[in-house]
């Protein structure tokens, strides 16, 4: 393949061992005037118009300035479909390590399933794979559940219900010769957004669904492909899913209008056989009620309103109530914001950063919340609400996540508008003040769940697909 690289910096000196032996670099081209003109690695370096006197296969896109330069080339007159972000091409032309070796099957006439998803840990991308995967098990199809990486605990605690995992390294960009393990299954379900390419890889060969659950961030994350999703799946044959209307409406307002079929997830029911043991928490025990946020340490989930609203609580109230932070930060980037809400939260003496636990561990501090806040300014489905209303625990809503859509305010939780603390703090107020009606609200929540998200009716849905 003659390639040609946009970008002689940081990255493509980063990355140009990478480059594949197979492919011939024929030139660079930089916006640096300075550099125009001069060789670099025995090619000649042209200002980005010269491309149009060049032939070429794939343009290669090494900066990270990749969306101006996308939209310059696009200027000029490129073909979209021959300009390539670095990591797809590395991704592509990266060879695999080891073969993919699929085991035997254990049932001839048991039909195989696939999930595909981003990298797995507790988190709600991740989990709803493996919720999937434990409700296609129930309807009798051998699973496995791929990525390219795994948090360790989260793959024992999952494979010791019984899912297979399967570590496939570089799978978001992979080609064909990456990905011809896939041939091995029946049914293949690609979950998330940034898998879309692997998505669309695999479906020139087998037909492949993609399941949307991304909020608006994500599709900041991957601006550089926003534009060519929709003709990707249409050309390609995908059929488009998402976890919720919010998900669907994300989509189509980066990416584009598609036919897209809303597909909640369920989550497994703990409580079928002992609902008793989570309904109300300790409150009979202290008479405290106590509040938590569950989720990753990160400004979009905006654990920093709900410290803010705490701090707004009348003394004599805020006295009766005990606050919790669950979830820790992933992202390096996040760590200013991890710092700022810790310093937010001193002198708060009843608040507590539990960190990041396992489902086991969140079973069983499920018992000891009485009340959810899903402060997120993005969340399109929440898990931990969801989680929530499975253990008949009340949730306070912000009027922009996902979840919103099935919560009627003073029915089966609460609703507030994202940013105003007073009103978050009023409502915290008066499930302190007002236990009767939080107690309440309680039935309520556990018939929600029970009405859209139990393992039954998620497995009834996958099979329908």
Request: neutral net charge.
């Amino acid at each position: 393949m003659r390639i040609i690289i946009f970008g002689t910096g940081n990255i493509y000196e980063k990355y140009k061992n990478d480059i594949s032996s197979e492919d011939e670099i024929i030139a660079f081209i930089d916006n640096a005037i300075q550099k125009q003109g001069s060789i670099l690695d025995g090619k000649p370096i042209f200002a980005p118009k010269s491309i149009l006197n060049m032939k070429y296969d794939r343009i290669v896109v090494m900066s990270i300035s990749d969306i101006q330069m996308k939209e310059q080339l696009l200027h000029l007159g490129c073909d979209r479909k021959r300009i390539w972000h670095c990591q797809e091409y590395l991704g592509r032309n990266k060879k695999p390590e080891n073969d993919l070796v699929l085991p035997h099957r254990t049932i001839k006439d048991k039909k195989r399933c696939l999930i595909i998803t981003n990298p797995l840990g507790y988190h709600g991308g991740a989990l709803s794979a493996v919720y999937a995967a434990l409700a296609l098990k129930t309807k009798g199809y051998e699973v496995y559940v791929a990525a390219e990486k795994c948090d360790g605990t989260f793959q024992c605690e999952f494979q010791s219900q019984g899912i297979n995992f399967l570590i496939a390294p570089n799978l978001q960009f992979a080609g064909w010769e990456n990905l011809k393990w896939t041939s091995g299954f029946d049914k293949i379900l690609v979950n998330t957004y940034p898998m879309i390419f692997c998505a669309s890889e695999i479906a020139k060969h087998h037909k492949t669904a993609l399941w949307l659950h991304e909020s608006d961030i994500c599709y900041s994350g991957m601006r550089f492909w926003n534009d060519i999703s929709v003709s990707e799946c249409q050309e390609k044959g995908i059929t488009l899913y998402a976890v919720s209307e919010k998900a669907k409406k994300n989509f189509i307002r980066h990416a584009g209008a598609a036919d897209i079929t809303v597909l909640p997830y369920g989550i497994p029911d703990i409580c079928r056989n002992s609902p008793q043991e989570f309904s109300g928490g300790e409150k009979g025990k202290d008479g405290f009620v106590t509040f938590a946020v569950i989720g990753t340490l990160h400004p979009i989930k905006r654990q920093d309103i709900f410290i803010k609203a705490i701090k707004l609580l009348r003394k004599e109230v805020y006295e009766q109530a005990r606050f919790l932070i669950i979830g820790k930060r992933d992202d390096p980037a996040c760590q200013d914001y991890e710092k700022m809400i810790k310093q937010l939260a001193c002198g708060i003496h009843n608040i507590q950063f539990t960190g990041e636990l396992s489902r086991r561990e969140m079973i069983n501090i499920f018992t000891k919340i009485d009340v959810v806040v899903v402060a997120s300014e993005q969340e399109t489905m929440s898990i931990a609400a969801t989680e929530a209303m499975m253990n008949s625990k009340v949730c306070i809503v912000s009027s922009t996540a996902g979840i919103a859509e099935i919560i009627e305010d003073r029915v089966n939780g609460r609703l507030f508008e994202l940013d105003d603390t007073d009103e978050l703090a009023k409502i915290m107020e008066e499930c302190i003040v007002h236990k009767d009606e939080l107690w309440k609200m309680e039935g309520e929540a556990r018939k929600t769940y029970e009405k859209y998200f139990t393992m039954e009716q998620f497995a009834d849905r996958l099979e329908q697909i």
